[in-house]
């Protein structure tokens, strides 16, 4: 079981010498042929509710690398669902980097295109998760449904928005997020999941997940293609009771929207949502832009880059790089991980969102 902890790296030291860039070929010289002057653009491909932190962030890293090496480097953003992400860099979209809603889709462009090494995950600290999120529930002025844990979502008349698990990272963050509650629910104890002893009431909870995660599903209103646009159909289009969101999601829409007309409401129990990034090598290595690709995802655990994430509402990886205060937003509340329930991503996509997976067999429309 995930518990917070503090520190766990030094901060990351960055400076790089203009000297030693400009012997490495990064970057693309525009308007200059004697090499005083370099532009550098690299393309960051990244899920659906990360624009307002890479927007805040891609000035604070540019602003950073001017400092350091006196280049001028522009960092262009793509964004939407995760997985539709990933398939788009497999399907040869550029990106210099990636940072993505979950580790299967950087390992899909991994096995897929080859565009870099399988053990992507290990080079940087954290399992290369600079920031982490939650699933939480999102609910109307008031909270009318009276929603407090997962098990009234599935009560009454109740309405539910959720994004399509099969383009959305977030959407299988959530989908798992409740599968595990009714695990958490009927066992007790999470650790039965690997005991061979207890196989049999492990096999009756895992029967009981999936009633609950079928009924559950019978109530979302639409499937948006990723979490931003599941938002923007509970928020701004007014459909559904309860959105199930990202942590910092919901706390971007309580902040955008008058005074008291959301709420967030934190489950007994979640998931440890870990978002992840890497540089893709094959794109980087072409573009030259491998020392910028670089240093760019290592500054997201800089001081600045942690209190960055904190500022919208991710929970930073180093805790102690942020105050107090900045903390205490978080709630505390127990958080299991993909590894601990499901055995990894690649075993939950295959067994869960893979077609004709648990989640075709749960989600029949008109059935």
């Given amino acids: ?22 012997d490495s070929g990064c970057g693309t010289t525009i308007g200059s042929t004697d090499g ?24 604070s890293f540019a602003a950073y690398w001017k400092q350091q090496t006196g280049q001028t480097v522009t960092i262009e953003q793509s964004h939407g669902g995760s997985g539709k992400q990933a398939r788009s860099v497999i399907d040869g979209l550029k990106a210099d980097v990636v940072t993505l809603a979950l580790a299967y889709d950087i390992d899909a462009i991994a096995d897929k295109a080859q565009l870099l090494p399988k053990d992507w995950q290990s080079r940087l600290p954290h399992n290369s998760s600079p920031y982490t999120s939650t699933v939480v529930f999102l609910v109307r002025k008031g909270n009318p449904k009276g929603i407090k844990d997962w098990s009234d979502l599935v009560k009454g008349d109740v309405r539910l928005v959720t994004p399509n698990p099969k383009t959305s990272g977030g959407a299988r963050w959530n989908y798992l997020a409740a599968w595990g509650y009714v695990l958490k629910r009927e066992l007790g104890d999470l650790a039965k999941l690997k005991d061979p002893a207890a196989k049999a009431e492990v096999d009756a909870a895992q029967a009981k997940a999936k009633a609950f995660i079928s ?7 639409t499937l948006d293609s990723g979490a931003r646009g599941a938002t923007t159909t509970f928020v701004r289009n007014g ?9 910092n999601e919901a706390f971007l829409s309580v902040k955008e929207a008058p005074p008291g007309e959301f709420e967030i409401v934190v489950p007994s ?3 440890l949502a870990e978002p992840p990034v890497a540089v893709i090598d094959g794109v980087a290595e072409k573009n030259g832009t491998t020392a910028v690709a670089k240093a760019y995802l ?5 001081p600045q880059g942690q209190q960055l994430a904190a500022k919208h ?8 790089s942020v105050s107090a205060d900045q903390r205490k937003h978080f709630a505390q509340l127990e958080l299991f991980t993909i590894d601990d329930v499901f055995g990894g ?6 067994e869960h969102f893979d077609d004709g997976g648990l989640f075709d067999q749960i989600y029949q429309p008109g059935k």
Avoid: C
């Fill in 298 to 302: 290592e500054h997201l655990y800089s």
């Fill in 36 to 59: 005083a002057a370099q532009n550098i653009a690299l393309l960051n491909v990244s899920y659906d509710p990360t624009r307002e932190f890479y927007a805040e962030f891609n000035e």
């Fill in 215 to 221: 009924e559950l599903y019978k109530r979302v209103e």
């Fill in 239 to 247: 459909i559904g009771d309860v959105l199930l969101a990202w942590e």
């Fill in 1 to 22: 079981m995930y518990q917070p902890t503090g520190p766990i790296i030094a901060f990351l030291t960055l400076a790089l010498t203009a000297a030693s860039l400009l």
């Fill in 313 to 320: 509402f991710y929970r930073p990886a180093i805790a102690e």
């Fill in 345 to 350: 991503w690649s075993k939950a996509q295959s």
């Fill in 269 to 271: 129990i979640s998931i």
